[in-house]
């Protein structure tokens, strides 16, 4: 083997720059805290924490999407626990308003009937910020008003006051129909007024029976319009329908957001939900138990039965209690898909919380630096560096003569 003269300087070079290579790479771990910067580092655990990464963000993103539908399902079987609550009570109550009572009786009962059925209409068309909890994919309160018509719409002959829904709207003598839409739509929410292609005035009331009064004129009277309280199921014409939104929340898990009421419209845009079965023509609970109330209102007692001429409800107590029970039990079906619902979400947002965490581990044990030993390492490459420079120094410094003497 030739030695030559060059040979020990390249060597202590190249062990030189080998070392703070991999001082340099030591202090980068110790002050990013990360094991693996490079590729190069390591390609095999570097393969590794990418696949952990992708893994991660995709959990991440299916956890968020899992996070924003929790409250929605939340509302939604609230919602349905309550209506089912509400109907134990319109059960009872319909048990003790039996032939036997009194007509005072009946008198309490029908006001306590009503009652029941604000609380069912104000629970079936909740919303948040806008958002009705059943109302469809195409976000439209499942209970509307009938809506009122003009004959044909005229301008008011006089100044007066037009009270809709509780609110005053003050019109003017020769008001067009675009200033009386303003002015209603303004005044009283949720009140919508179109006009039709008989160029009636139509006035609908979204979430609320209308109601309409006025002072100090004859609009009202003049022009056909008149207090319609009674709520209906909405129907496809509006927007309104059987779909619910979906999302996706896992691999391969898509859910549907929500419940609808259903609609029994008999002109066949009717589909089943949990206020009715969706028979095109028939009645919805809601309108069930406002049937019911008018007919306890109206009721004498005293053995008459209160319902023997209401058709809506089979036209006999025992026919009523029955068809109350029915749709009832309707409600039941519903409030275990609610149930449900909120069960799947929630086991989802515990598994994928579970796998957040365990992959944010795998990746810490992957890629974070043990401090301690790094900087252990870092004392040995620095005192393994000084100790190369000063025997090299050493061993440069000498020549032949050194050897001579």
């Known amino acids: 083997m030739r030695i030559t003269s060059n040979m020990f300087p390249d060597a202590l070079m190249q062990q030189s720059n080998t070392l703070l290579q991999r001082e340099f790479t030591v202090q980068n771990q110790i002050s990013t805290g990360m094991s693996i910067i490079n590729a190069s580092d390591d390609p095999a655990t570097f393969a590794q924490v990418s696949l952990l990464r992708g893994q991660n963000s995709e959990s991440n993103t299916y956890l968020s999407v899992t996070n924003s539908l929790t409250l929605n399902a939340q509302n939604t079987y609230q919602g349905m626990s309550n209506l089912q609550s509400i109907l134990s009570s319109v059960s009872e109550l319909m048990t003790e308003a039996n032939n036997s009572s009194s007509q005072t009786q009946m008198q309490i009962y029908g006001n306590q009937m009503q009652g029941y059925a604000k609380q069912i209409l104000q629970i079936v068309n909740q919303n948040k910020d806008g958002v009705y909890t059943y109302g469809s994919v195409n976000n439209q309160p499942p209970l509307v008003s009938s809506s009122t018509a003009t004959s044909a719409y005229a301008a008011p002959a006089a100044a007066e006051t037009l009270n809709v829904n509780g609110f005053n709207v003050s019109i003017n003598a020769g008001d067009s129909f675009a200033t009386m839409k303003q002015e209603i739509e303004k005044a009283a929410p949720g009140v919508t007024v179109t006009q039709n292609s008989s160029s009636q005035m139509v006035i609908t009331s979204a979430t609320q029976p209308l109601t309409l009064s006025e002072t100090g004129g004859t609009f009202l009277s ?184």
């Open 222 to 405: 003049g022009q056909g319009l008149a207090s319609n309280p009674n709520m209906v199921l909405n129907d496809t014409s509006s927007g309104y329908g059987p779909q619910v939104a979906t999302a996706t929340i896992n691999t391969n898990l898509t859910v549907s957001l929500g419940l609808t009421a259903g609609s029994d419209t008999s002109g066949g845009s009717n589909f089943a939900g949990f206020l009715t079965t969706g028979v095109a023509g028939s009645t919805d609970l809601y309108n069930m138990v406002v049937s019911a109330a008018n007919d306890m209102l109206a009721g004498t007692g005293n053995g008459t039965d209160a319902f023997a001429s209401d058709t809506v409800l089979g036209g006999s107590y025992s026919a009523a209690v029955q068809a109350i029970d029915s749709a009832t039990g309707n409600v039941s079906v519903y409030v275990g898909r609610a149930s449900a619902q909120l069960a799947l979400i929630d086991s989802n947002q515990t598994e994928l919380s579970t796998d957040v965490l365990n992959q944010k581990q795998a990746l810490a044990g992957l890629t974070q630096v043990n401090t301690a030993n790094a900087a252990t390492e870092l004392s040995q490459i620095q005192t393994a560096y000084q100790a190369a420079l000063q025997s090299g120094s050493k061993i440069l410094n000498l020549s032949l003569l050194n050897y001579l003497s």
